[in-house]
């Protein structure tokens, strides 16, 4: 008698969200994905678009080992919002832009075999960074899908996020092409916000310092109306009526 073993429907094959690795190497890797990832979710926030960081990607079903984990990677026409996976096949679209935080110890798998299935699935572009300059001749490269090739990206422009992408230190900094104004990082977005309170703070001292100089000046117009007032009472106590002789020297 032969022995046959039950075969997994669809719906019961597993597909972790974790495999006890590290997030990345080293903090500089660290520091570079997060900020990547803040600084692209707050630029398309209220569109049809999710950022995930450091989430696997399922590129087959009935396959869970066929996965990678991109760094971060921006997917549009998708509900916003994260996910503890991406499943290619359930959400319908595949990644448009992906960014791996490269070093030495990836070197072979970012530059090869991601490089390779991205360009398969049909990401439209890919980017290499390197924050600490361990291996990349430039910190920052990119591919742009031309029909089914990667190409180089020689104008550190990102074509579907409409970014211009400087590196900056040990982070990819991100500018509009509209209007070139840069997209802050959590830090300098703390400080702007700082300024602006500090700014604001001082701008109502000012409002508050002139409204008690334009109380003091009407205080002191009073002041002198009654003292006018006062003197006249006493010329006419006196037998003179000051607006009489007003008008008399007015002529």
Not at 94 to 113: A, L, N
Not at 189 to 218: I, K, P
Request: hydrophobic content about 35%.
């Amino acid at each position: 008698m032969t022995a046959t073993l039950p075969v997994a429907t669809a719906s019961e094959i597993f597909y972790p969200s974790a495999d006890g690795e590290p997030v990345a190497e080293t903090y500089d890797h660290l520091y570079a994905l997060l900020t990547t990832l803040e600084v692209l979710k707050q630029y398309l926030a209220g569109r049809q678009a999710t950022v995930l960081g450091n989430q696997f990607l399922y590129y087959a079903q009935g396959f869970p080992k066929l996965r990678v984990a991109p760094d971060v990677m921006v997917i549009f026409d998708v509900t916003p919002g994260g996910r503890d996976n991406y499943k290619i096949w359930e959400e319908g679209q595949v990644p448009v832009v992906i960014f791996e935080m490269t070093s030495v110890g990836t070197k072979d798998q970012d530059q090869i075999f991601k490089k390779t299935l991205y360009e398969q699935l049909g990401v439209k572009e890919y980017w290499l960074f390197d924050p600490k300059g361990e291996w990349l001749e430039r910190p920052l490269c990119g591919y742009r899908l031309r029909g089914e090739t990667y190409e180089p990206i020689t104008d550190d422009r990102s074509e579907p996020l409409q970014l211009r992408l400087v590196v900056e230190g040990r982070l990819i900094a991100f500018y509009r092409e509209d209007t070139g104004e840069k997209l802050l990082i959590p830090d300098e977005l703390a400080a702007a916000l700082q300024q602006e309170v500090v700014a604001r703070q001082q701008a109502e001292e000012r409002a508050e310092q002139e409204r008690q100089r334009a109380e003091q000046e009407r205080q002191r117009a009073e002041h002198a109306q009654l003292q006018i007032e006062q003197l006249k009472e006493k010329l006419r106590s006196l037998g003179v009526d000051p607006d009489t002789q007003t008008s008399e020297y007015n002529v």
